[in-house]
């Protein structure tokens, strides 16, 4: 058994057939069928059983996918610090996000980090924030570095809180009513709600508001389109109401303040060189947006006319950043200048 071996088993493991391994590894299928047969002869075990025309893994090859996939990562680990971090040059980075993360953070640290590293793909699975799904994704090798709303307390799997988000109440453009800003939390319970089945039911239950749900989505990704399309209101982070201002929803700080916390959870053992730098971004992005609100509202602004005004030099920032079709971006294209660039002179 090799390295090349366990390569191409969870090619198959991950393409699901051996055609499309193939394909992925550029191998001629007969000789990636030879490579597998061999691999299962000097195990001495079955390690795909056939269903028709496909392949499904035995009870052997269930077992090896993780120990397969932490030897792969640990030799491409050895690899990039033999290398002297020029491992950061291609490859692939597995991440698992939280479905209430995805759109308002995810797509900022993709980015970054894609700008930076443009020969490396980032492959992302999303989860609904179990605990028992999550430690399964990292064990499984399935995923890296995983993200979530929630602390994750199991044996070999190490959490930390890398960064918080406040929540706002988000409405649709045709409300014409007056609502106070903020609005106290317990005004919540007389409004027609959107509700996710994640963050936002578990939010208004934290409070104590018995509100009328209207609408009921599994994916939060939903809620902004709904509110524009004047379904109703809805709690959201602050970066996800910001998006759905940004298309017509009026917003308003909620009474008492609340937060959401985001956390990063990962094997004990070394994250390696991509998974870690990976990381270093997004807790520099949440880093820097905070900094950027916080200088705001030391001049006088509030909480949401600076992160407003933040996120408007954001989006400004990223649209100097467009590139022709296809042209990647490279190490010497211009940076996003820094947040405060926006309020000079105020």
């Known amino acids: 058994m090799n390295v090349r071996e366990l390569e191409c088993f969870l090619a198959v493991v991950d393409q699901g057939s051996i055609t499309r391994a193939a394909s992925a590894l550029y191998l001629a299928q007969p000789s990636l069928s030879q490579i597998i047969r061999r691999l299962e002869s000097d195990l001495g075990v079955e390690l795909f059983r056939r269903v028709g025309r496909g392949l499904v893994l035995a009870p052997a090859g269930e ?18 610090v033999a290398e002297g971090y020029r491992g950061l040059e291609r490859g692939r980075v597995d991440l698992a996000i939280s479905t209430s993360l995805t759109s308002n953070f995810l797509a900022a640290w993709v980015g970054h ?11 992302l699975k999303q989860h609904d924030g179990d605990t028992d799904e999550i430690v ?5 090798g399935e995923a890296e570095l995983a993200y979530a709303v929630a602390p994750v307390s199991r044996q070999g799997i190490d959490c930390f809180r890398i960064g918080e988000g406040e929540v706002v109440l988000a409405l649709p453009p045709s409300w014409r009513a ?28 934290s409070i104590g508001v018995e509100s009328t749900v209207v609408v009921d989505v599994s994916d939060p990704a939903g ?21 759905a201002r940004r298309r017509g929803a009026s917003l308003r700080m909620i009474e008492p303040l609340t937060v959401r916390a985001i956390y990063a ?16 971004l997004s807790r520099e992005n949440l880093d820097r947006w905070r900094r950027a609100v916080t200088r705001r509202t030391d001049r006088g602004m509030t909480l949401l006319e600076a992160s407003i005004d933040a996120d ?35």
């Open 223 to 243: 809620l902004v389109p709904l509110i524009i399309a004047g379904a109703g209101a809805a709690v959201l982070p602050m970066r996800q109401a910001l998006d």
């Open 265 to 280: 959870i990962t094997s004990t053992s070394p994250l390696s060189i991509p998974a870690r730098r990976f990381l270093e």
């Open 136 to 140: 399964h994704l990292i064990r499984s």
């Open 113 to 123: 980090f894609r700008r930076e590293h443009p020969g490396f793909t980032v492959r």
């Open 178 to 205: 007056e609502f106070p800003d903020p609005i106290p939390a317990a005004l919540l319970g007389g409004l027609p709600m959107i509700v996710d089945r994640g963050f936002g039911r578990a939010y208004l239950d």
């Open 63 to 80: 077992a090896l996918v993780g120990p397969a996939r932490q030897v792969v990562r640990d030799l491409h680990h050895a690899r990039q």
């Open 312 to 346: 408007n030099v954001i989006e400004a920032a990223y649209q100097r950043l467009e590139e022709p079709p296809y042209q990647p971006m490279t190490s010497s294209s211009a940076p996003l200048p820094p947040l405060d660039s926006g309020i000079r002179g105020r």
